[in-house]
Every structure is written in structure tokens, then in C-alpha cells.
């Protein structure tokens, strides 16, 4: 079993960058793909990115690409996305997400992770 926290969200003016943080427990974070989704009010889940067990691999969600890059740090078991150029469009609520890593390609659909964290509010003003 593991727990992801997520840390970072908070209030932005458009253009500005965040960081957010999810740091895992237990002791198998180097086995685990992780991902970062968002869920907007009235929106459904949508991916925003993944990075594979080693953090040699990476995919980003559409809205993403190119603004926003994730990254890991196995030391500190803790996953990070830096989400540079934010919109309005970008506030959401972002959960941080989990899985035994299969050692195939990553998976973008939220059914595919068993983990979950409680989300962080990330705010864009325009």
C-alpha cells in the first residue's frame, strides 16, 4: 500500500508557474509509474502527464505539452510537475496517481492507477 500527498497548489495570475509536489510512502516508489491528473468543476478527469518507474520515460496530455514537465526524484519519493504559462483553463483540481509499473508503455487513463492522492487546487486568474 502506498499514500500520495500533494503539495503546491495555490493561486496564479495567468502566465505564472507553479510546482506541485506529491510525495509517496512506503518503500516500492522506484516500482511505481506515476501520473498527474485534473478534474476542473463539472469536467471529467483528464490526464496531464506520467513518468515511468525509472523517470527515463515521460507522456504529457495535449493541454500539457509544452508547458508543463514531470519529473522524479526516487531519493526523496516524490513526484513533481512544473507547470509553466498557466491559463484560466488550467485551474482544476490535480491529483497525483500510482501504479505498479508493468514495464510497458504509460498508461493515461485514470482506471489504469491504484493509487491516489487528495488533490491539490491549482487556481489561474486571468
Known amino acids: 500500500q502506498v499514500q500520495l500527498v500533494e503539495s503546491g497548489g495555490g493561486l496564479v495570475q495567468a502566465g505564472g508557474s507553479l510546482r506541485l509536489s506529491c510525495a509517496a510512502s512506503?518503500?516500492?516508489?522506484?516500482?511505481?509509474?506515476m501520473a498527474w491528473f485534473r478534474q476542473g468543476s463539472g469536467k471529467e478527469r483528464e490526464f496531464v502527464a506520467a513518468?515511468?518507474?525509472?523517470?527515463?520515460?515521460?507522456d504529457y496530455g495535449d493541454s500539457a505539452k509544452g508547458r508543463f514537465t514531470i519529473s522524479r526524484d526516487s531519493a526523496k519519493n516524490t513526484v513533481y510537475v512544473q507547470m509553466n504559462s498557466l491559463k484560466p483553463e488550467d485551474t482544476a483540481v490535480y491529483y497525483c496517481?500510482?501504479?505498479?509499473?508493468?514495464?510497458?508503455?504509460?498508461?493515461?487513463?485514470?482506471?489504469?492507477?491504484?493509487?491516489w492522492g487528495q488533490g491539490t487546487q491549482v487556481t489561474v486568474s486571468s
Open positions: 496517481a500510482g501504479r505498479t509499473t508493468t514495464f510497458a508503455a504509460l498508461i493515461t487513463r485514470a482506471g489504469g492507477y491504484n493509487y
Open positions: 512506503g518503500r516500492s516508489f522506484s516500482t511505481y509509474d
Open positions: 513518468v515511468n518507474w525509472s523517470g527515463g520515460k515521460t
